[in-house]
């Protein structure tokens, strides 16, 4: 492997190069950035963590320089040349950073990498929960934004997106599959685009307004924290129900005949339930019947619903015949 590739860095990269690199490429590639690729997450995230573990270590990388990969990593090599007027250009290459590393290597030498969840540690801070996923959790998912190593990095405004909903979607609950499409940035620095598909559970009751946020889920820009991805909850409407708060409003027209006798509604309900409404007593016009507990679920009380809401209308006939007329002054004359 090449080591300096890896980082994209060059050869005379400073530790603080070095730092800079990893920092930049372990927030791209960090296992939890990339539930959806995150074999490949995996593996480059370690080849990250390598690569630094050796330059960043003054014997392992004068090593590297001198004799590459598989010498370093077997522990055989040479041992090294006499310094002399005669070095070869390339031998006066292999111990460009000789200055700050003036320790030739030993004679026997042990690779031993560093884990690379200690490495994220080192340089992303202490464990604030006790294990390396969490330290990982606690960073990533730092709720004001702060970057790494302490909050140098800026980041993005949140991106909101409406997500339309029937309201038999917010009655029942339904699980949405949204497809994005974002830039991201691979191993060697360099930008793509990538497709995700995020799934969205919305909870039974759910209102117009609710927010789902997915962390991080917008464009890679280099030196700043990826936007938050926002879907909005937009309510559809509907063809005879009105959501108003917990309540369902549902307008029914009868006849006049109808609000003076008697009527049974045959109501649908938003999950297919046929719901029977007898009305016994005169209706008047603008009556309102209440039917407690088949309004929209809450989602904060599970079991709990509002009540739903049947605004009557009374359709008065357009005419009446002398004989009709004379007839209903017989039958309700004597009613007050």
């Known amino acids: 492997m ?5 980082l994209k860095v060059n050869r005379n990269a ?8 990893y920092k930049r490429l372990a927030r791209i590639w960090h296992p939890d950035k990339n539930p959806v690729n995150k074999s490949e997450a995996e593996a480059k995230f370690k080849r990250i963590s390598e690569a630094y573990d050796v330059l960043s270590d003054p014997q392992k990388r004068q090593i590297y320089d001198l004799y590459g990969e598989e010498a370093l990593k077997s522990g055989q090599f040479p041992p090294p040349p006499q310094s002399s007027s005669s070095s070869s250009s390339s031998s006066a290459r292999a111990f460009h ?8 290597p030993p004679a026997s030498f042990r690779f031993n990498p560093r884990d690379a969840d200690d490495i994220y540690a ?7 929960g006790g294990g390396a ?13 702060a970057g790494f190593g302490g909050g140098a990095a800026r980041k993005a405004a949140a991106v909101e997106n ?16 949204m497809k994005i499409s974002r830039n991201v940035y691979d191993a060697f620095g360099k930008s793509r685009n990538v497709e995700e598909i995020l799934t969205i559970e919305i909870k039974p009751g759910w209102k117009k307004g609710t927010k789902v946020t997915f962390p991080e889920k917008g464009n890679q820009e280099p030196g700043v924290i990826p936007a938050d991805l926002i879907f909005v909850i937009d309510e559809k409407p509907h063809a005879l129900y009105r959501r108003d708060g917990n309540d369902l409003v549902i307008n029914q027209e009868i006849t006049l005949l109808e609000a003076l006798t008697g009527k049974t509604l045959d109501l649908t309900t938003l999950d297919g339930r046929s719901l029977m409404i007898p009305l016994t007593d005169i209706v008047k016009p603008g009556a309102e019947v209440v039917v407690p507990n088949e309004g929209m679920p809450i989602s904060k ?19 009446l015949t002398a004989e009709q007329k004379s007839d209903l002054r017989r039958v309700l004359g004597g009613i007050s």
């Open 162 to 177: 409406a997500l339309p909903c029937s309201l038999e979607d917010l009655y029942k609950g339904v699980k949405k599959k």
């Open 2 to 6: 090449d080591y300096y590739n890896i």
């Open 97 to 104: 950073h000789s200055h700050q590393r003036p320790n030739q």
């Open 133 to 145: 996923s969490s330290r990982r959790d606690g960073f990533f998912r730092t709720s004001n934004g």
């Open 14 to 21: 400073s530790d603080e190069d070095l730092k800079k690199a």
């Open 301 to 319: 009380e599970p079991g709990r619903k509002g009540n739903l809401r049947i605004k009557l209308d009374v359709k008065y006939p357009s005419r």
């Open 122 to 128: 080192e340089l992303f801070g202490p464990d604030v």
